[in-house]
């Protein structure tokens, strides 16, 4: 049973750094597209970044040059590493995965990717 854990949320001020961690069982995190998603109270769940198999990466406008998605095969473990971080990075953080080689775009995964975490809270202040 694939099973997706994610931590690392907390409260920061704005202009501060987190680092998300996914930790995958029953799933190869360097063979397949990975991806974090977002969900701020009262708005639909929206892509951040994802990475394929070969280490090509995709962000979100608002995200770009701020936060960087890695993984590492030997830990199998999906990473964000967020900086400069601004109050509207406010939300709930999901790591998603597809038995894919290559991710589809954001909006077709946030609709059907495969495996979804529980989500950790990511609270940015001003």
């Known amino acids: 049973q694939v099973q997706l854990v994610e931590s690392g949320g907390g409260s920061v001020q704005a202009g501060g750094s987190l680092r998300l961690s996914c930790a995958a069982s029953?799933?190869?995190?360097?063979?397949?597209?990975m991806g974090w998603f977002r969900q701020a109270p009262g708005k639909e769940r929206e892509g951040v970044a994802t990475?394929?198999?070969?280490?090509?990466?995709s962000y979100a406008d608002s995200v770009k040059g701020r936060f960087t998605i890695s993984k590492d095969g030997a830990k199998n473990t999906l990473y964000l590493q967020m900086n400069s971080l601004k109050p509207e990075d406010t939300a709930m953080y999901y790591c998603?995965?597809?038995?894919?080689?290559?991710?589809?775009?954001?909006?077709?995964?946030?609709?059907?990717?495969?495996?979804w975490g529980q989500g950790t809270q990511v609270t940015v202040s001003s």
């Open positions: 029953e799933f190869r995190v360097s063979n397949n597209c």
């Open positions: 998603a995965a597809d038995p894919w080689l290559y991710c589809a775009t954001m909006p077709k995964m946030v609709r059907s990717a495969d495996y």
């Open positions: 990475i394929d198999s070969d280490g090509s990466t």
